[in-house]
């Protein structure tokens, strides 16, 4: 038999030796697939520690540089709402890893449930980012579209201790907020891309796609939602608490 | 054909995510309460310090690096290292110029 014959058609092919429908032909083994996706996927991940890097940087500098505009910018935010969203979004890496277990032991119960409880969870950090830029564009504190000195020129009620900033400083808040909608934005469309993702990945698994062996897909889109979660862990300290006492 | 170089993979249990969920959330209390101390620049400090801890969870077990193959651990230190050298030249080339000076 002509085996390069046989090798273009892929129906064929399959029938012509022993190996999982789900690995494709390039692959010498299914391991070898799972692993080439793996490190595929952490290439991209890579990729996305360089952008939000960038961002980072430039706030650090810009930080320093204006200070005293960064610690009356992050002094309007609310502790609570950020702390509120951080416990949201780790609750959602851990159904999230819970979801990419229920998929290694082939439950497709299970692995619907943890990816519904990952798509809520993700769905309500969102409600609580958008109820606090809401808030922030009530406030006047959007720069660009609407945004005042005024809050930062006076005493403010809530830390009587805050010295108000002279004019010239006062405009420089605006640099802390507008790093913080551009940080908080990304973040944010990361999350709606996620969540996206997941609403497509939940009808797959409830079909029963990824519960009979193949799970690159759950195990990649599990990486990429646990990346989301620890660019959030380095955002809520840097914008919400380090300014706190300052 | 040669077999490609074999890593065995591992299932992570249950009680592992579990220690590192708990874990995180006790991070997150701690580093939330550490902002209402006076600490002056260690509130930075500690407030960073911990955020590493709590991402360094998260990649070893939730994104399973520490059961992971060794490329798979070398490119994501590769990652990091180049990460090292691009802030630090960002720092010196500011710092070289005015800082201070705005």
């Given amino acids: 038999m002509d085996s390069q014959a046989t090798a273009t058609l892929p129906e064929q092919a ?19 697939q799972r692993e080439t996706a793996n490190f595929g996927m952490w290439l991209y991940l890579l990729t996305e520690i360089m952008f939000f890097s960038g961002l980072f940087i430039a706030y650090l500098i810009y930080r320093n540089w204006y200070y005293p505009a ?26 999230m890893a819970m979801g990419v277990y229920a998929a290694e032991m082939r439950n497709r119960k299970a692995l619907v449930r943890w990816l519904i409880l990952t798509l809520i969870l993700g769905t309500g950090f969102l409600c609580i980012k958008g ?16 945004f005042s000195t005024t809050t930062f020129t006076h005493v403010d009620a809530r830390y009587p201790q805050d010295k108000p900033l002279p004019q010239d400083m006062a405009e420089k808040t605006q640099t802390y907020f507008s790093l913080y909608f551009t940080m908080t934005g990304l973040h944010a469309l990361h999350m709606i891309v996620g969540v996206l993702i997941l609403l497509v990945l939940i009808a797959q698994a409830y079909n029963g796609a990824y519960t009979t062996g193949h799970m690159n897909t759950i195990e990649n889109f599990g990486l990429y939602w646990h990346f989301v979660d620890i660019v959030w862990i380095f955002l809520f300290p840097l914008l919400y608490l380090i300014s706190r006492h300052q | 054909m040669s077999e490609p170089t ?10 592992v995510y579990g220690a590192v969920f708990g874990t995180l959330l006790c ?6 309460f550490a902002s209402y101390l006076e600490l002056g620049v260690f509130n930075a ?34 990652g990091f290292f180049t990460f090292i050298v691009l802030v630090a030249m960002t720092l010196t080339d500011y710092m070289s110029r005015a800082w201070g000076m705005w």
């Fill in chain 1, 14 to 32: 399959h029938a012509a030796h022993e190996h999982p429908e789900y690995v494709r032909h390039h692959f010498a083994n299914a391991t070898q």
């Fill in chain 1, 70 to 95: 960064f610690v009356a910018g992050s002094h309007q935010l609310k502790i609570w709402a950020g702390t509120l969203n951080t416990v949201v979004l780790i609750c959602s890496s851990f159904t």
């Fill in chain 1, 131 to 146: 109820y606090e830029w809401h808030d922030e564009w009530e406030n006047h504190h959007v720069p660009g579209l609407n």
């Fill in chain 2, 6 to 15: 074999h890593h065995t993979h591992t299932v992570v249990p249950p009680r």
């Fill in chain 2, 27 to 32: 991070f997150t209390a701690l580093t939330v």
């Fill in chain 2, 45 to 78: 400090v500690v407030a960073l310090a911990i955020a590493v801890i709590k991402s360094l969870l998260v990649i070893l077990f939730f994104m399973h690096i520490r059961y992971s193959s060794k490329l798979t651990k070398l490119t994501l230190a590769a």
